[in-house]
């Protein structure tokens, strides 16, 4: 990472993959190359967000396997060697950069994370890295709201319709500052 990288756009990406595929003695056996590009990026992208190492030398791998540590090393070759870099590695390489440039000089940030289910491996380690850098990085609880559900029986779309609007006009009258959303099947 001693040099600066570009950031490859999806496009780019899976043009790659099918590159770095159709090259090997593999993907010069396979029907359908695009879709095996498609699915070789989406596994790639899992290894790298939640840090799964891919296969060990030492370990045992049939074909497939054994085909997809070949694209992945290979993938890995090409965007190294150009000064290249994907969607799945990019957390992991800001990380690497935000730790080198923390022993150098005081990152003054301060991130709010919203949101979000749970964080990926990945993600967790360039929050640590800015972190140890003295960036300000915390996580934004999100209420709960209060729920309530409740069922109406109308007897035609017409009904229906009038049935909402009555509802959202309710709402609107006790709290003009609201936020209403009303979800319609088949809207013509």
């Known amino acids: 990472h001693g040099m600066e990288q570009v950031l490859l756009g999806p496009h780019q990406q899976q043009l790659l993959w099918r590159e770095v595929i159709s090259r090997s003695p593999y993907g010069k056996r396979l029907l359908q190359p695009s879709t095996t590009a498609r699915d070789v990026m989406f596994s790639w992208s899992l290894c790298r967000q ?19 540590r070949q694209w992945a090393l290979a993938f890995q070759e090409r965007c190294n060697k150009n000064g290249w870099t994907d969607d799945a590695s990019l957390a992991g390489n800001l990380a690497v950069l935000i730790a080198k440039a923390g022993k150098t000089k005081n990152i003054a940030l301060n991130i709010v994370l919203a949101g979000f289910d749970e964080f990926t491996p990945c993600q967790k380690a360039m929050f640590e890295a800015l972190k140890t850098a003295r960036c300000n990085v915390r996580e934004l609880a999100v209420q709960p709201r ?3 559900v409740m069922a109406y029986g109308v007897h035609d779309c017409r009904g229906e319709i009038q049935a909402a609007a009555r509802w959202a006009r309710g709402l609107l009258e006790s709290d003009p500052s609201c936020s209403i959303g009303i979800v319609a099947h088949n809207l013509q």
């Open 146 to 148: 209060q729920a309530k």
């Open 50 to 68: 939640w840090l799964i190492p891919i296969f060990a030398d030492d370990v045992y791998l049939n074909e497939d396997a054994f085909a997809f």
